[in-house]
């Protein structure tokens, strides 16, 4: 039992590259998560899914998109890399959203520099 | 004013010390609390959520207090493993309204 897993987990791009941050879960969670932190603000949510094919923005989804077309995955992109953007990415699923479902679980993160 | 505030710290207290830190927050909808805890470069890990009527995990006890909109997370016979950040997170109803602290930072000292 894997929990949550993230690809890469370092990467460094150069402006105006695109890339993408693949985000895997083995439990059967319908909800998943894209965040980012950054030093002094916390963890603010980029976009998240509620199920399989579907995906809604979240505080800060300017410049990213994601795709949930299978349960256990959830791919967040980055068309044209900005500076702005150089941050470490959480994803994280829960199995649900109220109450001790909503516990959410963490991959070990992307750290993303973009120069 | 910010949707959860968090006393950034450091604390740094001895081993065996008695530690606590508050979390408050502004959206009276809120209706889910938990501590998170994260070590430096890794994932938060949830630590405990928060119930109404106060909870208590071992050496952890974590409290709400609706009226004054704050939750409290105290650490007794503090251990040097406590080292960490300690995140408050908060949710309205609905996952899109979660939010996390920026977190308090616990150094425990030898």
């Known amino acids: 039992n894997a929990g949550v897993t993230q690809t890469p987990k370092f990467r460094v791009l150069k402006t105006g590259q695109s890339m993408t941050l693949l985000c895997a879960q083995d439990m059967n969670h319908e909800y998943m998560y894209w965040y980012r932190q950054d030093p002094g603000m916390g963890l603010r949510l980029i976009h998240y899914s509620v199920g399989e094919g579907t995906t809604a923005k979240g505080e800060v989804p300017d410049g990213y998109n994601v795709s949930r077309l299978k349960k256990q995955n959830f791919l967040l992109g980055l068309e044209s890399a900005a500076p702005s953007q150089t941050s470490v990415y959480f994803c994280?699923?829960?199995?649900?959203?109220?109450?001790?479902?909503?516990?959410?679980?963490f991959g070990p993160g992307t750290r993303l520099t973009v120069t | 004013r910010k949707e959860v505030e968090q006393d950034p710290g450091p604390f740094n207290v001895p081993e065996g010390a008695t530690v606590a830190f508050n979390c408050t927050y502004s959206n009276s909808a809120s209706q889910s609390f938990f501590w998170y805890r994260q070590d430096c470069r890794k994932e938060p890990k949830l630590l405990m959520s928060v119930y109404s009527s106060g909870n208590e995990d071992g050496r952890f006890t974590a409290q709400l207090n609706r009226a004054s909109q704050y939750i409290s997370l105290l650490i007794r016979d503090s251990k040097l493993s406590d080292s960490a950040t300690y995140l408050c997170?908060?949710?309205?109803?609905?996952?899109?309204?979660?939010?996390f602290g920026t977190g308090t930072k616990l150094q425990v000292i030898p």
């Open positions: 997170v908060v949710a309205a109803l609905g996952y899109q309204k979660v939010t």
């Open positions: 994280a699923s829960s199995y649900g959203v109220r109450g001790s479902t909503y516990e959410q679980y």
